[in-house]
Each structure stands twice: as C-alpha cells, then as structure tokens.
C-alpha cells in the first residue's frame, strides 16, 4: 500500500501501552491504536521520540506532562519496552516504528 500524500509510505499502525500508573495521565486507558504517518515532513520514519511528541501533543489529557517527560524526552524512571525488549536494545529515542509494534511505558516510580 502506497500513500502519495505521506511522501509514499503506508501509514504505521502501533500499540502502546502504559503500565505502572502511567495510564492515569492517558484518561485512564492503558491500551492505545496509533496510526503513525509513514513519513514525517522532512522525509524521516517517525521513530520513538516522534511518538512521545505526538502521545503528549494528542492522547495527554492531563497537565502533568513532567510525569511522563523531561527536556523532551522520557522521563528517568520510566522503562520503554519495544517488542518486550528494553528500548537500550533498539537505539532509545532514534528506533524507527514499524508496523506492528507494540510500544510499552512502564514506571518504575512508586510514592510511598
């Protein structure tokens, strides 16, 4: 499937998920259906660090964005799973989506 108007690539459909009281910032829904566009404007693949932009741009509905990022990134104690592999594995924030990728947020904070 080609789409002329995402520079000629199909769309990337991908789970996410958040774990570990994560879901509470994304209206308390811990599974999410995104569509990424095949192609950004400057012709890239959306990776890790277009997906985070776009799930607090679009799917945060809570103001505490500081729960989730720090200096546009994820936020230190926040484990990424890619494929049930820990993102380290994959490049971080550069791993380019692909279609079928199941994203996975989990906190590792906890008050107390």
């Known amino acids: 499937m080609v789409d002329s108007a995402n520079g000629g690539a199909a769309p990337i459909p991908i789970t996410v998920e ?19 566009p095949g192609r950004l404007d400057d012709g890239s693949v959306p ?20 729960l989730f990022i720090m200096e546009d990134n994820v936020r230190p104690g926040i484990l990424v799973l890619i494929n ?7 490049g971080e924030e550069t791993y380019e989506l692909q ?14």
């Open 84 to 90: 049930d592999a820990d993102w380290e594995l994959e």
């Open 18 to 36: 958040f774990t570990g009281g994560l879901e509470i910032l994304f209206s308390n829904q811990r599974k999410h259906k995104i569509i990424m």
């Open 47 to 66: 990776n890790i660090s277009n997906l985070v932009r776009y799930l607090v741009d679009n799917l945060m509905k809570d103001q505490r964005k500081e």
């Open 99 to 112: 279609a079928g990728d199941n994203i996975v947020f989990v906190s590792t904070l906890h008050g107390g």
